[in-house]
């Protein structure tokens, strides 16, 4: 069941810009599809969609060869866009329609997500009036509209203001919860790191890192050490030659190569009855693990 | 199927909603009412009729030239009010009679010295180059007959002296050619414009759908086949829409408001017969599907709205090419050109039309250029939507003709 890209390569030319790539959604929930800009996230999402044949492997949908014909995915494009001159309504039923709904079943969805996401009062408005982060709501509703098994949401939040954002991820939670698979593509680290359990890094056409965020998180040791005391303790970090790569009055963030001085600190801190208000080893943040993996 | 009804529906639904589209028509719809009503406007302003009819003339005899003959001229339909006077009247005399209304032209018939001067006075010469035809004839006329009738001779040798021709014509080709070629040729230039401007909008409305990216979640709900094709169906049916309003408009204009037999000397109706409607509906229909579909292609090829006109510069040259291919041997209808120009798929929905009309177009000559067209329009189509399929989601800068060869080359899409 689920998504299985197996082996996928596609050139345009003479240009690789996807190789050999494979990884798995076995299960309903949000999947991370990572890379830099050009790393072939988008190459790799149309051929998913089937709007792009790939030049070799095979991609399946519950262990059927995905092609355009047999697939009724949702996709929510990077590039943004709707018809600037029709109404709202009138384009949410074309791709409603385009999509297999009936006029009357389409509607009735219409209404439920325009309300759901605060948009009704502009159902018979016309797309170019809306703000970007309500034509991106518009967008998002073309994308589940027709209760997609499967969605790509490529960068969801971006564009959007604090409150948007929270609308839209509790809509993501709630089509999670209703069972969807959904393969998101972004920048916002932090959105990965809340939303997916599994994860694949891009770079250059080849696949990085994959595998289950957590675990991959685990993998690696602390580097950094954060703590908040209520003396200023320079002097005992300088004692052990760490470095302070960034403090707030008390609040320390200190580079560490080996947990056990970070500890050592911490009894010297003890034994000198200076008052410790936060101790936490830091494992690298996925946003890291992406630097370190695609950087140059 | 249902996909192809569903971009159809909204091509149509989308462009007739548009107050840019509903306003340009109604301006090109009120033209037209006002274009067949320009008679009347005309009498609104000059108070009489364009036509000489019930033109108030005097002519003046004041030597009796015309030995009282000229009675004779009320009897002849030459559209004036005659009057004769033998009063000696001078001009100063005419030019009171004519600025107080009670005449509105005059002639003024004089002997000076053994030649006869007509004088021929209206109150203003502007447009009139020559004294009236008809009335220089007229006069020629009648005067030689009072002169003839003074010979003595007998009525057959009289009968005998006026000619008597018939005048007939006659061509060495087989192929009679019917109707008025002019008013013709301005049926083939509107179709020319309305196949023109039909397909340049699958181009636009296919390059506003790359400009503003709704062509991603587009081309996701249904195939780029769907797309070109639905789009090209709805554009074309909006076109016959407004061409049907164009000319239902004029024929509405001219039953309404032009008085009958305006128009005859231009357009010969017999010849516009349902047969014509029928064949030219199929012109427009297969000749706007050649240049659409390749305009669905040159659309397809650019990123930014600067680039349409620069990208569609190609079809533009063919599409002129070709109505000029047609234009200029329509001169010359019985022509071999004008033959090859109604088989050749680019320029014969401009020149079939106007053969059938003229009554030239043999049935095989027509089903051959139909064949030729439905074939172009496959081959077009196939080219098109595969160059289509790639060129959309390339949003760099306009692909290159051998970009689109390339693509058009690419078995794996």
């Given at each position: 069941m689920g998504l299985k890209v197996e082996n996928v390569s596609k050139h345009f030319g003479s240009k690789l810009a996807v190789d050999n790539i494979s990884f798995e959604i076995n299960e309903p929930g949000v999947f991370g599809l990572l890379g830099t800009n050009g790393a072939g996230k988008s190459t790799t999402i149309r051929m998913i969609l089937g709007i792009l044949k790939k030049d070799s492997g095979n991609i399946t949908w519950n262990g059927k060869t995905v092609e355009r014909?047999?697939?009724?995915?949702?996709?929510?494009?990077?590039?943004?866009?709707?018809?600037?001159?029709?109404?709202?309504?009138?384009?949410?039923?074309?791709?409603?329609?385009?999509?297999?709904?009936?006029?009357?079943?389409?509607?009735?969805?219409?209404?439920?997500?325009m309300g759901r996401l605060k948009v009704e009062e502009y159902k018979n408005m016309l797309a170019e009036k809306l703000s970007k982060g309500n034509q991106q709501k518009i967008q998002f509703i073309i994308s589940i509209l027709h209760n997609p098994e499967l969605i790509v949401l490529d960068e969801p939040f971006s564009g959007l203001d604090p409150v948007n954002t929270e609308m839209l991820r509790e809509v993501i939670l709630e089509l999670v919860e209703k069972g969807k698979y959904i393969v998101m593509s972004s920048h916002q680290m932090t959105s990965i790191e809340e939303f997916c359990k599994d994860i694949v890094i891009i770079n250059k056409g080849k696949t990085v890192l994959k595998g289950n965020l957590q675990e991959i998180k685990n993998s690696y040791k602390a580097n950094r050490l954060e703590i908040d005391t209520e003396k200023d303790i320079s002097k005992e970090i300088e004692k052990l030659n760490m470095q302070i790569l960034k403090q707030v009055d008390r609040n320390y963030e200190i580079a560490i190569d080996d947990e056990e001085k970070a500890y050592t600190l911490m009894k010297n801190l003890v034994n000198n009855n200076i008052k410790i208000n936060k101790f936490e080893l830091k494992r690298p943040s996925l946003n890291d693990i992406f630097i370190e993996k695609v950087g140059e | 199927m249902r996909d192809l009804f569903i971009v159809a529906k909204f091509t149509i639904k989308d462009m007739v909603k548009r107050k840019s589209f509903i306003i340009s028509n109604l301006i090109i719809l009120l033209f037209i009412v006002i274009g067949f009503n320009i008679p009347n406007i005309i009498k609104l302003f000059?108070?009489?009729?364009?036509?000489?009819?019930?033109t108030n003339m005097l002519i003046v005899d004041s030597e009796n030239i015309f030995e009282n003959t000229l009675t004779n001229l009320n009897e002849i339909d030459l559209g004036y009010n005659?009057?004769?006077?033998?009063?000696?009247?001078?001009?100063?005399?005419?030019?009171?009679?004519?600025?107080?209304?009670?005449?509105?032209?005059?002639?003024?018939?004089?002997?000076?010295?053994?030649?006869?001067?007509?004088?021929?006075?209206?109150?203003?010469?502007?447009?009139?180059?020559?004294?009236?035809?008809?009335?220089?004839?007229?006069?020629?006329?009648?005067?030689?007959?009072?002169?003839?009738?003074?010979?003595?001779?007998?009525?057959e040798q009289i009968q005998s002296m006026s000619p008597n021709f018939t005048f007939e014509m006659k061509q060495t080709e087989n192929q009679e050619v019917q109707g008025n070629p002019i008013a013709i040729m301005l049926i083939s230039i509107v179709l020319f414009y309305a196949i023109y401007f039909c397909a340049y909008q699958v181009s636009s409305s296919i390059t506003t759908e790359k400009t503003s990216k709704i062509i991603e979640t587009l081309v996701t709900s249904t195939t780029p086949k769907t797309i070109v094709l639905g789009k090209t169906i709805?554009?074309?049916?909006?076109?016959?829409?407004?061409?049907?309003?164009?000319?239902?408009?004029?024929?509405?204009?001219?039953?309404?408001?032009?008085?009958?037999?305006?128009?005859?000397?231009?357009?010969?109706?017999?010849?516009?017969?349902?047969?014509?409607?029928?064949?030219?509906?199929?012109?427009?229909?297969?000749?706007?599907?050649?240049?659409?579909?390749?305009?669905?292609?040159?659309?397809?090829?650019?990123?930014?709205?600067?680039?349409?006109?620069?990208?569609?510069?190609?079809?533009?040259?063919?599409?002129?090419?070709?109505?000029?291919?047609?234009?200029?041997?329509?001169?010359?209808?019985?022509?071999?050109?004008?033959?090859?120009?109604?088989?050749?798929?680019?320029?014969?929905?401009?020149?079939?039309?106007?053969?059938?009309?003229?009554?030239?177009?043999?049935?095989?000559?027509?089903?051959?250029?139909?064949?030729?067209?439905?074939?172009?329009?496959?081959?077009?189509?196939?080219?098109?939507?595969?160059?289509?399929?790639?060129?959309?989601?390339?949003?760099?800068?306009?692909?290159?003709?051998?970009?689109?060869?390339?693509?058009?080359?690419?078995?794996?899409?």
């Open positions: 014909k047999n697939i009724n995915f949702g996709y929510l494009p990077e590039e943004r866009g709707i018809y600037p001159k029709t109404k709202i309504y009138e384009q949410l039923l074309f791709f409603a329609e385009l999509k297999g709904m009936k006029k009357e079943e389409a509607t009735k969805e219409i209404d439920y997500w | 000059t108070n009489e009729d364009s036509s000489t009819a019930g005659f009057t004769i006077t033998n009063e000696n009247l001078s001009f100063e005399d005419i030019k009171t009679k004519v600025e107080n209304a009670e005449i509105d032209e005059a002639i003024i018939i004089s002997n000076k010295d053994n030649q006869i001067n007509i004088e021929y006075i209206v109150k203003n010469l502007t447009m009139i180059e020559a004294v009236p035809e008809s009335i220089v004839n007229t006069l020629s006329s009648l005067y030689t007959n009072l002169q003839i009738s003074k010979l003595g001779l007998t009525p709805g554009i074309g049916i909006v076109g016959i829409i407004q061409i049907v309003a164009i000319i239902a408009t004029a024929l509405i204009s001219n039953a309404l408001f032009l008085e009958e037999g305006i128009l005859d000397g231009i357009i010969d109706f017999d010849n516009v017969t349902p047969f014509l409607g029928f064949i030219t509906l199929i012109y427009f229909i297969l000749g706007y599907a050649v240049y659409a579909l390749l305009y669905a292609l040159t659309g397809s090829t650019v990123s930014k709205p600067e680039d349409v006109q620069s990208a569609n510069g190609p079809v533009a040259i063919i599409v002129i090419i070709g109505f000029y291919l047609s234009y200029f041997t329509m001169m010359n209808p019985t022509s071999e050109l004008n033959q090859v120009a109604a088989i050749l798929p680019i320029s014969s929905p401009f020149c079939m039309p106007f053969r059938v009309m003229m009554g030239i177009a043999t049935t095989s000559e027509i089903l051959i250029s139909i064949a030729v067209l439905a074939i172009t329009i496959f081959i077009v189509a196939k080219i098109s939507i595969k160059i289509y399929s790639q060129a959309i989601l390339n949003y760099g800068s306009k692909i290159s003709l051998k970009d689109a060869l390339q693509m058009y080359k690419n078995k794996n899409v």
